[in-house]
């Protein structure tokens, strides 16, 4: 039969006990070859590479927000430009009935400075003209003019 061991005899643990935690659950880092391995945090520097990516982020997302805002401006000089523009050709005198999408010029006259609307464009005429360019311009289906070349200063 086999050997009886004996209850009341000693255990002797073969590790050192300098190298044994009593309680290794409690430790701030691994008390072994297998545990995780766990280094301290450098709060600051996570904070401060958080702090700088934020501003970062948020950065291009305002240069995003003022590149916006300046094409909605400049929209909006275009659509006033073509406000004023029409204003003018409708006070202008007209021999014809402008059609939609037809290109059209319209002058200043040197004598009284009236405006006149025209098929005519500036290289057509003769030297003799008395008139004045101001822009070339086409009808839109809004009945707003969009100006295709002008001169100088309107």
Same mark, same amino acid.
């Given at each position: 039969?086999?050997?009886?061991?004996?209850?009341?005899?000693?255990?002797?643990?073969?590790?050192?006990?300098?190298?044994?935690?009593?309680?290794?659950?409690?430790?701030?880092?691994?008390?072994?070859?297998?545990?995780?391995?766990?280094?301290?945090?450098? /709060?600051?520097? =996570?904070?401060? %590479? #958080?702090?700088? +990516?934020?501003?970062? @982020?948020?950065?291009?997302?305002? !240069?995003? $927000? /003022?590149?916006? =805002?300046?094409? %909605? #401006?400049?929209? +909006?000089?275009?659509? @006033?430009?073509?406000?004023?523009? !029409?204003? $003018?050709?409708?006070?202008?005198?007209?021999?014809?009935?402008?059609?939609?999408?037809?290109?059209?010029?319209?002058?200043?006259?040197?004598?009284?400075?009236?405006?006149?609307?025209?098929?005519?464009?500036?290289?057509?005429?003769?030297?003799?003209?008395?008139?004045?360019?101001?822009?070339?311009?086409?009808?839109?289906?809004?009945?707003?003019?969009?100006?295709?070349?002008?001169?100088?200063?309107?």
């Amino acid at each position: 039969m086999g050997k009886k061991v004996e209850k009341n005899e000693e255990f002797i643990n073969p590790i050192d006990p300098d190298k044994i935690a009593e309680n290794p659950h409690l430790l701030p880092y691994a008390s072994n070859v297998g545990g995780a391995v766990i280094k301290a945090v450098d /709060k600051g520097r =996570i904070k401060g %590479l #958080a702090v700088s +990516a934020m501003y970062e @982020q948020t950065d291009m997302q305002m !240069s995003q $927000i /003022k590149e916006q =805002i300046d094409l %909605l #401006a400049a929209q +909006a000089r275009a659509i @006033q430009r073509r406000v004023e523009i !029409s204003e $003018i050709i409708y006070q202008a005198e007209m021999s014809i009935k402008p059609l939609i999408s037809h290109t059209y010029h319209l002058y200043q006259r040197e004598k009284n400075s009236s405006y006149l609307l025209s098929l005519v464009a500036p290289d057509e005429w003769g030297r003799t003209s008395r008139l004045n360019f101001v822009a070339t311009v086409k009808l839109l289906a809004d009945h707003t003019w969009e100006i295709l070349d002008q001169a100088e200063e309107i």
